[in-house]
């Protein structure tokens, strides 16, 4: 199994749905990330879950909600976006979060906002 | 001043080259680095980790200076498929929860 899978692949919404990206973890990790990746710009850290208690917030706006009912699964809800919003939404693990380690990524959503 | 800096590039060079990147960070304070790559359109992947003992790991050495605050990527016999972004990561003192991506460099490697 891939370590780290992320679905659906690509997506398509209108500023007034609601959906939700999903990603596991098939690594035996402690720590999940979500990040945005805008064109042009870096990767943005957006949340962090450890131990699956949400660390840090990293101030996104409240359109995005982010869940993570175990170690290996995480989730981010999305609401009344913005086009701004389209990008590319990453999902990492890490063995442990505080410590810093090395992160792995899997293949991404692609978010196209209408 | 940006929290990780890194030239953008890209840098063009022949097959076989020897290349450099180098990476600068602002909190004295950051705890581990690393180096990912990117390809286009793809997630990305971690290259290696770097120590402050500096490591090595084939043609790629990685180097820290935590002096200069400054870390740099070495990749030598460059292959054709070394073309890629190359990002330059650093976790701030609170360790992964506060990891911050540089803009990454673009590197052509060409026949």
């Known amino acids: 199994e891939t370590g780290v899978t992320q679905t659906p692949r690509h997506l398509v919404m209108g500023m007034t749905n609601k959906k939700s990206l999903k990603c596991e973890q098939h690594?035996?990790?402690?720590?999940m990330y979500w990040y945005k990746q805008s064109a042009k710009k870096p990767l943005e850290l957006m949340f962090v879950?450890?131990?699956?208690?949400?660390?840090e917030n990293n101030s996104v706006p409240s359109r995005f909600s982010p869940e993570c009912p175990n170690s290996s699964h995480l989730f981010l809800h999305l609401h009344t976006l913005q086009p701004e919003d389209s990008a590319l939404y990453l999902c990492?693990?890490?063995?442990?979060?505080?410590?810093?380690?090395?992160?792995?990524f899997g293949p991404g959503t692609r978010l196209t906002v209408t | 001043r940006k929290e990780v800096e890194q030239d953008p590039g890209p840098f063009n060079v022949p097959e076989g080259a020897t290349v450099a990147f180098n990476c600068t960070y602002s909190?004295?304070?950051?705890?581990?680095f690393f180096w990912y790559r990117q390809d286009c359109r793809k997630e990305p992947k971690l290259l290696m980790s770097?120590?402050?003992s500096g490591n090595e790991d084939g043609r790629f050495t990685a180097q820290l200076n935590r002096a200069s605050q400054y870390i740099s990527l070495l990749i030598r016999d460059s292959k054709l498929s070394d073309s890629a972004t190359y990002l330059c990561?650093?976790?701030?003192?609170?360790?992964?929860?506060?990891?911050?991506f540089g803009a990454g460099t673009r590197l052509f490697v060409k026949a």
């Open positions: 990492a693990s890490s063995q442990e979060g505080r410590r810093g380690d090395e992160q792995y």
């Open positions: 690594l035996g990790h402690n720590a």
């Open positions: 879950y450890s131990l699956e208690e949400r660390v």
């Open positions: 909190n004295s304070a950051s705890q581990s």
């Open positions: 770097v120590y402050s």
């Open positions: 990561v650093v976790n701030g003192d609170t360790g992964g929860f506060k990891t911050i």
